[in-house]
């Protein structure tokens, strides 16, 4: 049974820094591609960052350079580092899980494992 518990989530003023970590149980993290997604209210679902099972990472335009997306193999974790936060990154964060090695073209409904999310506020 796989299970991902997201933490790490929090208030934050523009500018600052949040870790979030997933912890994944039942599934090798290292094989598979993970990411990041996120939804603000009244907004659609999008995706954040992911990384595929050679470790390739891909990225939103709307993040790219302000956030690493990176595994802990020993800790079984995949972890979302988010630096110079702006208010429009308000969202609940949530983690997913695939059973495939590759991330490019994946679509949301081809992650079959989801965590409970965490909610960033971002205030300016």
């Known amino acids: 049974q796989v299970q991902l518990v997201e933490s790490g989530g929090g208030s934050v003023q523009s500018g600052g820094s949040l870790r979030l970590s997933c912890a994944a149980s039942?599934?090798?993290?290292?094989?598979?591609?993970m990411g990041w997604f996120r939804q603000a209210p009244g907004k659609e679902r999008e995706g954040v960052a992911r990384?595929?099972?050679?470790?390739?990472?891909t990225y939103a335009d709307s993040v790219r350079g302000r956030f690493t997306i990176s595994r802990d193999i020993v800790k079984n974790t995949l972890d979302l580092q988010m630096d110079s936060l702006k208010p429009e990154d308000t969202a609940i964060y949530y983690c997913a899980a695939s059973r495939s090695d590759f991330c490019s073209g994946l679509p949301p409904e081809l992650f079959p494992y989801w965590g409970q999310g965490t909610q960033v506020t971002v205030s300016s």
């Open positions: 039942g599934y090798a993290i290292s094989n598979y591609c």
């Open positions: 990384v595929n099972g050679y470790s390739g990472t």
